[in-house]
């Protein structure tokens, strides 16, 4: 029989009670896995297993969703016997064998958990090498280095033999970090930030803010679509779509054109902290990064984070913009960022933003915008609520 061993680093249970995380890892694999089919899924020595409960299980589908589970240091697929030497022998060759064909070297590997188990670790690794030894005489066995390592491990209930294990998504299991509201562009670095966020445990709230007509249905679709490849992580994304025209335009038409970027900024800000705080979220996150852009130099960021009276993250502050692509391109958002329909950052923009607006005369400038706090609460009031599932199909 084959099953999937998801491993904690044991740095999460330090900082979190043991419990919570395992219940919190266990209720998302189980969410994770219903639709491969019936598998039992539970824990035992920092490990979860994911037990196929009969031959309709998919377990190839099973370990694809795993593998974005936040809090598994690493993800394996194992081939489960008895805990008995023959039966592990034959287990290794039957489970590996082929792959072993493929390499020129091997080395085995064992762990013994259960003590009562007859044979040392290295006993049973050099016992199993052997065995494997006669059957591809080809390879040769290599301590340092090898093409393959040929892993048993002797645990309480059953044995399991597996090749290396595969890095698993990391971070700390989705629900224990509560929630936070992720300011989500079209572009490609907020949904890089709202996945690291997520990957810290946060349930996602993302607000998005569109402008009709100058931003269409399409820009609102790959926004929609972005959510959804990170909710593949995340499990379920919130996303609510603001109405941010009426704002935009009020900025543009009262106040100095080269500190609309800023003024739109503090308005956005505002807008999160009202769904935030309805939404019970304890931050606010921006895929900001210093100096990037106009609007991301210290002295923009401040005028910004002045308005929020939530702690205001920047997953993303010291990151280079080449990092942040090829963590977009791992994660799956990052094609999806690229294509072109506009966003409303990019409608009004002034040719020369102040790079360094001072905070006093953009609050007087502000004070000068007739309304603005009036239209920023009725665009928060009707801003509508898409709850996006990681297996969600429209969005494929
Ligand atoms: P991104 O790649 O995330 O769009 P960017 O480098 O284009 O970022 P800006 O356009 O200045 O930078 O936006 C900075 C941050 O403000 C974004 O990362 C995002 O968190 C937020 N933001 C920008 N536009 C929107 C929008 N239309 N809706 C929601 N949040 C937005
Ligand atoms: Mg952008």
Request: aromatic residues 8%.
């Amino acid at each position: 029989m084959e099953i999937i061993l998801g491993k904690y680093g044991e740095l999460a249970l330090k900082g979190l009670n043991k419990n919570q995380f395992e219940n919190s890892m266990v209720r998302t694999i189980r969410k994770r896995v219903e639709r491969c089919g019936e598998f039992n899924v539970y824990t035992a020595q920092s490990t979860v297993y994911v037990e196929p409960e009969n031959d309709d299980a998919d377990i190839d589908a099973a370990y694809e969703q795993i593998r974005r589970v936040f809090g598994l240091s690493a993800v394996v697929r194992a081939a489960v016997c008895d805990k008995d030497l023959d039966a592990v022998c034959e287990t290794a060759e039957a489970y590996l064998g082929d792959s072993l064909d493929r390499v020129k070297s091997f080395k085995v590997n064992s762990k013994r958990a259960d003590k009562k188990f007859p044979l040392t670790s290295m006993e049973l690794s050099r016992e199993v090498g052997a065995y494997l030894l006669d059957r591809h005489p080809e390879l040769s066995v290599e301590m340092k280095d090898p093409d393959m390592t040929v892993i048993c491990e002797i645990r309480d209930n059953a044995a399991y033999v597996h090749a290396d294990q595969v890095p698993g998504a990391g971070g700390i299991p989705t629900g224990t970090g509560g929630k936070v509201a992720c300011m989500l562009s079209g572009g490609i670095d907020s949904p890089v930030a709202a996945w690291k966020m997520a990957r810290r445990g946060c349930d996602l709230v993302c607000v998005h803010f569109q402008s009709p007509p100058y931003t269409g249905e399409r820009a609102l679709y790959k926004v929609e679509r972005l959510a959804w490849q990170v909710s593949r992580w995340a499990g379920r994304v919130c996303l609510f779509e603001v109405p941010f025209t009426d704002c935009q335009v009020n900025i543009r038409d009262n106040a100095p054109e080269d500190y609309f970027t800023v003024l739109m900024r503090r308005s956005m800000m505002r807008i999160t902290q009202m769904i935030a705080e309805r939404e019970e979220c304890g931050a606010i996150a921006t895929g900001e990064s210093l100096g990037q852009v106009a609007s991301q130099t210290m002295s923009a960021i401040r005028c910004t984070d002045i308005v929020a009276d939530m702690p205001v993250f920047r997953p993303l502050i010291g990151d280079d913009k080449v990092e942040i692509s090829e963590c977009a391109r791992n994660i799956g958002t990052f094609d999806i960022s690229i294509e072109p329909y506009e966003d409303c950052c990019t409608i009004f923009t002034p040719k020369h933003p102040r790079t360094k607006p001072v905070l006093g005369s953009i609050e007087e400038a502000e004070k000068g915008i007739l309304g603005l706090y009036e239209m920023e609460t009725a665009a928060a009031d009707s801003s509508v609520l898409k709850v996006i599932h990681f297996y969600d199909e429209d969005f494929v």
